[in-house]
T-cell receptor, first 111, second 116 residues
Framework: DAKTTQPPSMDCAEGRAANLPCNHS???????VYWYRQIHSQGPQYIIH???NNETNEMASLIITEDRKSSTLILPHATLRDTAVYYC????????????FGGGTRLMVKP | NAGVMQNPRHLVRRRGQEARLRCSPM?????VYWYRQLPEEGLKFMVY????????ESGMPKERFSAEFPKEGPSILRIQQVVRGDSAAYFC??????????????FGPGTRLTVL
C-alpha cells in the first residue's frame, strides 16, 4: 500500500470548515483513498473513501486531485465532537486487505 | 443491527498470566481483523481471519500470540505469558464477505489490556 503524509496536528474553530490534507504521491491506479478517524480511546470510525472522483456523504467531502497524488478531507461545519485523530489510508479495495494506519492528523476543534 | 462487540473492555493481568480477548463481528460479517495500539501510537495490523481460517498473520508476534475464529462463537485473540510490553488497546474490526465488494471495516470499542 502507498505511504501517506499528513500534518501531525491542526486546529479549527467550531462551526468553520476543517480541511485536512493528505499526500500520497506514490499511489497506484487501483488504490483507493480512505479516511478514518479515532475519537479519544474509541475504535476508528470510517468516514469516506474514493478512487478519483470527489465524494460526499453525510459526514464529509473528499477532494482528490486530478493526478491523485493528494487529497483533502473536508468537514464542512466542524463541531467539538469532531476533535479526533484523522487517518488517511490508501489501499486496494479488496476483501482481506488490512488497513495501514500512519500517524494521522490530530484535529482540535476549538470553541 | 448491533456493531462489533468486544469483551472485556478492560482487562488486567499479572506478568506470566494469559489474556483472552473476544470479538463478535457484525451480523453477516465473516471477515475479522485484529489491531493493536500501543500508548500514543497508531494502530498496527496483527491478523486477519475468516471463519475457521487464518488468512494473514503477518503482524502477529512470533511467540505467545494466537488467534482463532471458530465456526461458532466469537473470534479470540490469546496472549500467553503476558509481559508489560503487551499493555495496549486491542481493536477488532469486521467486514462483509466478498472480494471486489466495497470493504469498509467496522471497528469495535477495543479491549484495554494492562499488565502489572
Amino acid at each position: 500500500d502507498a505511504k501517506t503524509t499528513q500534518p501531525p496536528s491542526m486546529d479549527c474553530a467550531e462551526g468553520r470548515a476543517a480541511n485536512l490534507p493528505c499526500n500520497h504521491s506514490t499511489i497506484s491506479g487501483n488504490e483507493y483513498v480512505y479516511w478514518y478517524r479515532q475519537i479519544h480511546s474509541q475504535g476508528p470510525q470510517y468516514i469516506i473513501h474514493g478512487l478519483k472522483n470527489n465524494e460526499t456523504n453525510e459526514m464529509a467531502s473528499l477532494i482528490i486531485t486530478e493526478d491523485r497524488k493528494s487529497s483533502t478531507l473536508i468537514l464542512p461545519h466542524a463541531t467539538l465532537r469532531d476533535t479526533a485523530v484523522y487517518y488517511c489510508i490508501v489501499r486496494v479495495d479488496n476483501a482481506g486487505n488490512m488497513l495501514t494506519f500512519g500517524g494521522g492528523t490530530r484535529l482540535m476543534v476549538k470553541p | 443491527n448491533a456493531g462489533v462487540m468486544q469483551n472485556p473492555r478492560h482487562l488486567v493481568r499479572r506478568r506470566g498470566q494469559e489474556a483472552r480477548l473476544r470479538c463478535s463481528p457484525m451480523k453477516g460479517h465473516s471477515h475479522v481483523y485484529w489491531y493493536r495500539q500501543l500508548p500514543e501510537e497508531g494502530l498496527k495490523f496483527m491478523v486477519y481471519l475468516q471463519k475457521e481460517n487464518i488468512i494473514d498473520e503477518s503482524g502477529m508476534p512470533k511467540e505467545r500470540f494466537s488467534a482463532e475464529f471458530p465456526k461458532e462463537g466469537p473470534s479470540i485473540l490469546r496472549i500467553q505469558q503476558v509481559v508489560r510490553g503487551d499493555s495496549a488497546a486491542y481493536f477488532c474490526a469486521s467486514s462483509p464477505l466478498g472480494q471486489g465488494v466495497y470493504n469498509e471495516q467496522f471497528f469495535g470499542p477495543g479491549t484495554r489490556l494492562t499488565v502489572l
